[in-house]
């Protein structure tokens, strides 16, 4: 699949470009395996586009036939489901500013007819809270996109009907990414979500790590195996949790290919410094180790209808290596900076990687196998996976 950055995605309602972190794969082809390896990241992004195409065009009703048929009755349906929420997002602009202290349109008789509604509404109701300005805004919000119902351009319209395909495409997806520990109430609707835009939480990374350990099983996390209380007198009780009972929510051919390419970006990709930190064996490793590395540069960033950059504001800086060890462990290593001073780092997920090296010593006890049990712990355990 195709690294080049050179090509424009319209997605999320707009017109994006990505690139990749190493520039020396911007002229290649690599396979998925390879561009998970060393965290290549428009073969992902490409990726996530066929997903999402799939769930269009091939959903049932096919929804993605809409965009065909100008005359197509759907397609009315589609455009005031774009007028509301695009309405919606200006609103909150508006809103946003009016609350830093502006309250008029930029010019007299200028600007969005939503903020000139905005204004005279606020006027009439100064006391007026969010849902009660969205709820009076309805017809308001469909009378401004009248152009876009009238217009006889039919890529205009494809746009924005895209823009909805993609949203509701991406909330199937995030179904399934639910099932898989995924913690947020929703996914950012755009193929920058391919590349981190929607975020995680290091716990359902790790939870992650646990799945595809498990062969494609899920247990809940368990934090205490039993209590005991009043030991020693008459009283003395015993507390012990049932047996966890997996759930498959990944079919086990999909978690040992996804587990097979994690060990390779150990030995041969992004976290090789992380390779034979268990074991000191510079040969062959006793106890395997594979992971993913990720460098989040987040930036809160604004661009002109052309897609040109207008500004950019560093919000945070992160760096991640979420592991799994043969023989039942995973976690996950961050380092992070918020806020401006982020600006001043310049930190990669080697610093992750660089860590769980540092804490390998710590490690090593309880996950290296001793010589003669070597050889049994090297096939993965079908077993719960266990914390630490």
Same mark, same amino acid.
């Given at each position: 699949m195709s690294a080049s950055p050179r090509e424009s995605f319209w997605t999320g309602g707009g017109l994006h470009r990505f690139r990749n972190y190493d520039h020396r794969y911007d002229t290649g082809k690599l396979s998925i395996r390879e561009a998970f390896r060393s965290s290549v990241n428009l073969p992902f992004v490409?990726?996530?586009?066929? +997903? &999402?195409a799939n769930r269009i065009y091939g959903a049932e009703r096919e929804p993605g036939s809409v965009l065909d048929d100008p005359e197509d009755p759907r397609r009315r349906v589609y455009l005031e489901r774009f007028a509301d929420w695009e309405g919606r997002q200006y609103l909150d602009r508006f809103l946003?500013?009016?609350?830093?202290?502006?309250?008029r349109p930029n010019r007299a008789g200028a600007g969005h007819p939503l903020e000139r509604w905005?204004?005279?509404?606020?006027?009439?109701?100064?006391s007026a809270q969010r849902e009660e300005v969205m709820r009076a805004s309805a017809r308001v919000r469909l009378d401004a996109y009248q152009w876009l119902f009238d217009t006889k351009s039919h890529g205009a319209q494809n746009r924005r009907i895209w823009t909805i395909l993609e949203r509701d495409a991406f909330r199937r997806i995030h179904r399934d990414q639910v099932r898989l520990g995924y913690p947020f109430a929703r996914l950012v609707p755009s193929l920058a979500t391919a590349i981190g835009a929607s975020s995680d939480r290091p716990s359902a990374l790790a939870e992650l790590m646990g799945i595809v350990l498990s062969g494609g099983v899920r247990f809940n996390t368990m934090r205490i195996d039993g209590l005991r209380f009043a030991a020693d007198t008459p009283y003395e009780a015993l507390v012990h949790r049932d047996q966890a009972q997996g759930v498959r929510v990944l079919r086990q051919e999909i978690a040992e290919a996804v587990r097979a390419a994690l060990f390779e970006v150990v030995a041969l990709g992004t976290a090789r410094r992380a390779n034979h930190a268990l074991d000191g064996n510079e040969r062959e490793a006793v106890v395997r180790i594979g992971g993913k590395t990720g460098t989040g540069d987040n930036r809160y960033k604004v661009f002109a209808r052309d897609g040109s950059l207008?500004?950019?504001? +560093?919000?945070?800086?992160?760096?991640t290596f979420t592991f799994l060890i043969e023989g039942g462990f995973f976690g996950v290593v961050t380092a992070h900076v918020m806020g401006e =001073?982020?600006?001043?780092? =310049?930190?990669?997920?080697?610093?992750? &990687?660089?860590?769980f090296r540092l804490?390998?010593?710590?490690?090593?006890?309880? &996950?290296?196998?001793?010589?003669?049990?070597? =050889?049994?712990?090297?096939?993965?355990?079908?077993?719960?996976?266990?914390?630490?």
């Open positions: 490409r990726l996530m586009r066929d +997903i &999402v946003a500013k009016a609350a830093g202290g502006e309250s905005l204004t005279r509404y606020r006027v009439e109701h100064p207008v500004s950019s504001r +560093i919000t945070s800086r992160t760096a =001073a982020a600006q001043y780092y =310049a930190f990669t997920s080697s610093l992750a &990687v660089q860590a804490l390998s010593p710590a490690l090593a006890p309880l &996950v290296s196998p001793a010589p003669a049990q070597a =050889a049994q712990r090297l096939p993965h355990p079908q077993g719960k996976p266990v914390r630490r």
